[in-house]
């Protein structure tokens, strides 16, 4: 019965004994943003703006993106939304931003690279943001390698008035050198999709390659945690926004490695809602610690779910 009751509560996301851990949705679009609101997320963690425009000849025109936006940050006052620009790449052509032929597209100018080739796109899109009103909008660029990327993003968002500014680490440079990023800007999020593509040096499509992609890699956990020790260094926020923030047990040992929010499609929501509630931050830390102590993801799984009971 309490199982149950914990499953149909949709208030803020936290431990057992009150740390809050925002939860907050991934979204690609209006019917998703509807989605969000109906599961209880307290904010938009990523909108994967690229979704929206997919399916498009011409890039879509600034007062057309404006009125995205604005709906998504209408849809949670007093919330966070977390906009991300065009992550246009091989995986996801954009008919208006041309991607040149490449032999490595995973490796080529996708994200943020081919904004700074061809900045108009980000450009109109960046003016469609300032052009939001309300609180709560936070804007991040996708595919970020340097400190240098970082800065040249955060201008280009001051530039407009923009104030919110973040970046995703999802490049295993950017999580080793997560310090130097966090200087130039006011939040990060994790992307544990590609940055486990970039650890491990496997593609995220090919499924054969599934245990290289294991969320419970202890490579990609010492890679968040090192990124989440830097912000609370600094004391930024450290979002999590990969397929990894979406499994229960997970989201508990991302709550201990102190990743400060948590960003998963809307239909994971209640699941880890209810897993956190079930457990206390030492729990959630015991968990973290014992799994990076492991050699192995299957050993690290094991050994965080000690920690953890009800959740495997
Ligand atoms: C990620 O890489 O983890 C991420 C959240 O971005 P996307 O899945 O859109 O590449
Ligand atoms: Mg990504």
Sequence with gaps: ??????????????????????????????????????????????YRTEFLFLD???????????????????AFPGGKVVVRTLDGGADKPLPFLPMPAEPNPALGERGLRRSMKAPEVMDTQLAALAAVSGDGLQVMAPMVATAEEATWFARECGDKGLTDIGVMIEIPSAALRAADLLAMVDFVSIGTNDLSQYAFAADRQLGALSALHDPW??????????????????????????????????????????????????????AVRAGLAAHTLEQCRAAAHAAREQPSAADARAAARVHLPGLD
């Design 217 to 270: 890699q202890p490579g990609l956990l010492d890679l968040v945690a090192m990124t989440a020790d830097a912000a609370a260094r600094v004391g930024k926020p450290c979002g999590v926004c990969g397929e990894v923030a979406a499994d229960p047990a997970l989201a508990c040992v991302l709550t201990g490695l102190g990743v400060s929010s948590l960003s998963m499609a809307p239909s994971a929501l209640a």
């Design 1 to 46: 019965a309490r199982k149950a009751a914990l499953a149909s509560w949709t208030g803020p996301g936290g431990t057992a004994d009150g740390h809050p851990v925002p939860l907050l949705a991934n979204i690609g679009g209006p019917v998703e943003l509807d989605a969000a609101v109906a599961a209880g997320a307290e904010g938009v963690g990523l």
């Design 56 to 74: 498009r000849a011409e890039a879509p025109s600034a007062e057309e993106q404006r009125r995205a936006y604005q709906a998504a940050v209408e």
